[in-house]
């Protein structure tokens, strides 16, 4: 029996209630077909849990706890306050105990214990960054953009793109607490925006909102502390980019191969081909999305097609990926998609 997958997609909802959608997707033919809607409001970011149980979002109430069910319909299981403003990202540990919250406005990260069934509980930890950025007109005070736990399940990496760096933080798996033990300084003025690990956990990459581009870490536990060295920087651009470009969402593929990430401004976005053994990354091209503002993408766990969720031009466009021969095709006309924020693709069974 061939597999069913399901795309969730999260948006803003300033016009209508209907911050999540959820679309059938053809895996042969790259294309969706919408189903149904989730009334939710602002749903900047989605998360699904490591166990494929459950979808965790931001909402303007805090965060909300959902059961995908058999047919990959999503139904309430609770709502919890994260004492603070609308966060823009969220993780849970690879144990599915905790979950993670990014507070962009107020510069804090939010930890909350979650519940055998799946239910937010209650907050564990709570932290506030401190300090003054570099570039004043937008970056004066921290502004946390990505939460990521490390594969082994020890530290919580925290991209701050107001101080130019990623903060690693100890977990403790008993009280939900967390301990700053390291610190990862990007360039100033180069804003490290989302963080992503290797499926083997040796490998970190992150993409830089300001300077357009990805550095490659190398990953591993010292004497009990963290350690990450850089290996690489590559821009995430065309040296014919266009200007005031952002770098926005950066994806590994399922099978470790490849690399992708995408450019709001040169409204693009870019392949790269992994090295497995040393982390090192090819860039394959960098075309565009025919859209505005791809602020995130997703990619089928095949390769075969890529989907760029447009935020400033409301739609989701397909592309069907040619890897081995480094292009890629519009599949489709465009799927209108208001205000786009998230999107994932969801394999049911």
Known sequence: MADKYVVYAAGYTRENDCGIKIYDLDPKKGRLTYRDCVHITNPSYITISHNRKLLYSITDEGVQSYNIEPDGGLKEINKRSINGMR???ISTDYDDRFLFVAGYHDGKVTV???????AIDKITDEIYHKGLGSVSERNFRPHINCVKMTRDNRYLCVTDVGMDHVKIYALDHKTGKLKLADIVRSDIESQPRHIKFSRDGK???IIHEAHNCIDVYSYEVQNEQPYFEKLQTVSTLNDYHAGG??????QLSDDGRYVFCSNAGDNSVGAFKRDQKTGLLTKIFVLPVS???????AVTDDNKYLFSLNNESSTITCFKLNLSAGHMVMNGPAEPFNEG???????LG
């Open 87 to 89: 966060g823009c990202y």
């Open 112 to 118: 909350l214990s979650l519940k055998k069934n799946g």
């Open 203 to 205: 490998f970190a990459y």
């Open 245 to 250: 470009s952002a770098a926005s969402s950066i």
């Open 291 to 297: 859209g505005d503002y791809p602020k995130d993408i």
């Open 341 to 347: 924020n998230c999107i994932l693709i969801h394999r």
